[in-house]
């Protein structure tokens, strides 16, 4: 079945360590994006790619960095310098063009102590 | 630029009861509509899509929303909830034409209560 895949659902990590959240898509799209989730404040965008070896900042990618080496992958690093890094985040892809929804993954939860 | 504005972040609602979740957006090109819904610790879940044609598009679970261009609205109904759907709500967007980003709004958090 074709789908995205985060991994790992849940990790944990010590204050000042980088860390890379997993997002692979089986779905041929070209477009992929990563959003933060903290309670209340909807989704907001981190990066987006919409073709490979290229991808633009969102709204909040300060403290965060990406790669879009395959078209299947785009992982997510969350630096050091990323000053709240606990939250969920959710990995999503779509088709360049507009007439098709985003595909979610089911998600990373991240938890910084 | 596009927006997505839902005006209500959290919405109780008697088991059995209509409900109706607002969604309001504002854009400068054409747009097609779409409503997710998102369950605990999940991704997030197409409900539906208006992409052209009629202004009542239905969806899973029993929902149904309504385009209205001259309001800029494209609110969510369902006429009788059900426990089941105590869930987040989110209302999004993407713009015709060319490579665009999907938008959404900031959700809103339905309750049902028994």
């Known amino acids: 079945d074709g789908g995205i895949t985060q991994s790992p659902k849940y990790l944990f990590r010590k204050e000042g360590q980088n860390v890379t959240l997993s997002c692979e898509q089986n779905?041929?799209?070209?477009?992929m994006y990563w959003y933060r989730q903290d309670p209340g404040q909807g989704l907001r965008l981190i990066y987006y790619?919409?073709?490979?070896?290229?991808?633009q900042k969102g709204d909040i990618a300060e403290g965060y960095s990406v790669s879009r080496e395959k078209k299947e992958s785009f992982p997510l690093t969350v630096t050091s310098a990323q000053k709240n890094p606990t939250a969920f985040y959710l990995c999503?892809?779509?088709?360049?063009?507009?007439?098709?929804?985003?595909?979610f993954g089911q998600g990373t939860r991240l938890t910084v102590v | 630029a596009q927006s997505v504005t839902q005006l209500d972040s959290q919405v109780p609602v008697f088991e059995e009861a209509p409900v109706e979740l607002r969604c309001n957006y504002s854009?400068?090109?054409?747009?097609?509509l779409f409503w997710y819904v998102q369950y605990p610790n999940q991704g997030l879940q197409l409900l539906l899509k208006?992409?052209?044609?009629?202004?009542l598009v239905k969806g899973i679970n029993g929902f149904e929303a309504e385009f209205n261009k001259s309001q800029t609205s494209f609110h969510l109904r369902k006429p009788s909830v059900h426990i089941s759907d105590t869930a987040e709500y989110f209302c999004?967007?993407?713009?015709?034409?060319?490579?665009?980003?999907?938008?959404f709004g900031t959700g809103t958090k339905l309750q049902v209560i028994p």
């Open positions: 999503a892809s779509s088709t360049r063009t507009g007439n098709t929804e985003a595909f």
């Open positions: 779905l041929n799209h070209d477009a």
């Open positions: 790619s919409q073709i490979v070896n290229d991808f």
């Open positions: 854009s400068s090109v054409s747009v097609y």
């Open positions: 208006y992409l052209s044609g009629s202004t």
């Open positions: 999004a967007l993407r713009a015709k034409g060319g490579y665009q980003k999907v938008t």
